[in-house]
């Protein structure tokens, strides 16, 4: 059974949006319009004034108080950096956090951008010293209250979570625990005296803005204590030889600011894995929420788990046979060599 704040969460309706704007001690025009988001609910509201700002109400029972205070903390301290980043607005008590109905809430500034398509050369350099002033002064501010990124809290809690619920089916299950398992004792070994500190964690380019004011990065509310890396590849998440290339280039911008240990780019594909893992386990976590079956109504079913299954062996033996830690230009000539036909009399005598 739901506890009340969750069911108050899931029916969250534009007229007690703007109750919380105004006892935010804002004064809503009464436009409300609901942001596509999944996790928290988000709206963007419009002022008397003709401002708009964003309101955020974070899902129940995810993160504590303190928990969001860390993110907060780190906006405003990238904030007066100038680190284009978006930052909660102050309440009229200087508070950046409220809650209705046991719920937390946050008002942000509208941003203005879109988020990019590609990332040329020069973009990646300016996102590259960015990422590493960030990461600067997050290492000083520190998040004593947010997870750590790491075999246990990422695939092995979702793993733990999708055995005990049965969301994985008989035909499924052996390989896809085998997988995990591999990915886990892979990242042990290649991730072990690796230095950890707090990261954005979620740095996809969706949460990447470019508009008239240049660059922003947005939500981190999936902030974590992780290897520097994790920002890395998820800003330039592909595995051919021009998405290897952007991230050396992103990684030497980002060491005219700060250190970069090159071990970092072994931890890419069984992170990847972690991704894969991680991901199944929150929609099998949110799956009592109407908006998820909706958004992923092919989740759960037979094809489902055996393409996630598939996909998840194809990395494992990438990864055993040491193929990811080959740089891809090789990899390519390597496969063009081994595709290549053995030559006979026939090619060299036509006339055979």
Same mark, same amino acid.
């Given at each position: 059974m739901s506890s009340p704040p969750t069911e108050f969460f899931?029916? !969250?309706? *534009? =007229?007690?949006?703007?109750?919380?704007?105004?006892? /935010?001690?804002?004064? %809503?025009? &009464?436009?409300?319009?609901? !942001?596509?988001?999944?996790?928290?609910?988000?709206?963007?509201?419009?002022?008397?004034?003709?401002?708009?700002?964003?309101?955020?109400?974070?899902? *129940? /029972?995810?993160?504590?108080?303190?928990? @969001?205070?860390? =993110?907060?903390? !780190?906006?405003?301290?990238?904030?007066?950096?100038? @680190? *284009?980043v978006c930052a909660p607005i102050r309440f009229p008590d200087g508070e950046t956090l409220h809650t209705i109905e046991d719920i937390h809430y946050a008002l942000w500034p509208r941003t203005g951008g879109r988020s990019p398509d590609e990332l040329s050369d020069d973009q990646v350099a300016v996102l590259g010293r960015l990422l590493a002033r960030i990461h600067a002064i997050a290492a000083d501010v520190g998040a004593p209250h947010r997870r750590v990124l790491d075999a246990e809290s990422v695939p092995l809690e979702a793993l733990d979570l999708l055995e005990r619920e049965d969301w994985l089916p008989p035909a499924c299950r052996g390989r896809y625990v085998r997988a995990v398992e591999s990915l886990v004792r892979t990242y042990r070994e290649r991730s072990r005296g690796m230095a950890l500190q707090p990261i954005h964690g979620d740095?996809?380019?969706?949460?990447?803005?470019? /508009?008239?004011?240049?660059?922003?990065?947005?939500?981190?509310?999936? #902030?974590?204590? &992780?290897?520097?890396?994790?920002?890395?590849? #998820? !800003?330039? %998440? /592909?595995?051919?030889?021009?998405?290897?290339?952007?991230?050396?280039?992103l990684v030497e911008a980002y060491r005219t600011f700060r250190p970069f240990d090159p071990r970092g780019f072994d931890l890419i594909e069984p992170l990847r894995g972690f991704r894969f893992v991680f991901y199944a386990g929150w929609i099998a976590k949110r799956w009592e929420d109407p908006a998820f079956p909706d958004a992923f109504p092919h989740f759960g079913t037979e094809e489902y788990w055996e393409t996630e299954t598939r996909d998840l062996e194809e990395l494992v033996g990438r990864i055993a046979s040491g193929d990811d830690l080959v740089p891809p230009e090789e990899r390519a000539t390597r496969r063009a060599a081994e595709d290549e036909p053995e030559l006979t009399n026939k090619d060299f005598f036509w006339d055979l």
């Open positions: 899931f029916r !969250l309706s *534009p =007229e007690r949006v703007l109750e919380a704007v105004d006892a /935010g001690g804002f004064v %809503p025009s &009464g436009h409300c319009f609901a !942001l596509n988001a999944l996790e928290n609910r988000v709206y963007d509201v419009r002022l008397e004034n003709g401002a708009h700002l964003v309101a955020k109400f974070y899902r *129940p /029972g995810r993160w504590s108080r303190e928990t @969001i205070l860390d =993110e907060h903390r !780190l906006l405003a301290a990238l904030a007066a950096a100038e @680190i *284009p740095c996809h380019p969706g949460n990447l803005l470019f /508009g008239d004011a240049g660059w922003f990065f947005l939500d981190f509310d999936d #902030m974590v204590v &992780g290897p520097p890396v994790q920002d890395v590849w #998820m !800003l330039l %998440p /592909g595995r051919d030889a021009e998405a290897d290339r952007q991230r050396r280039l």
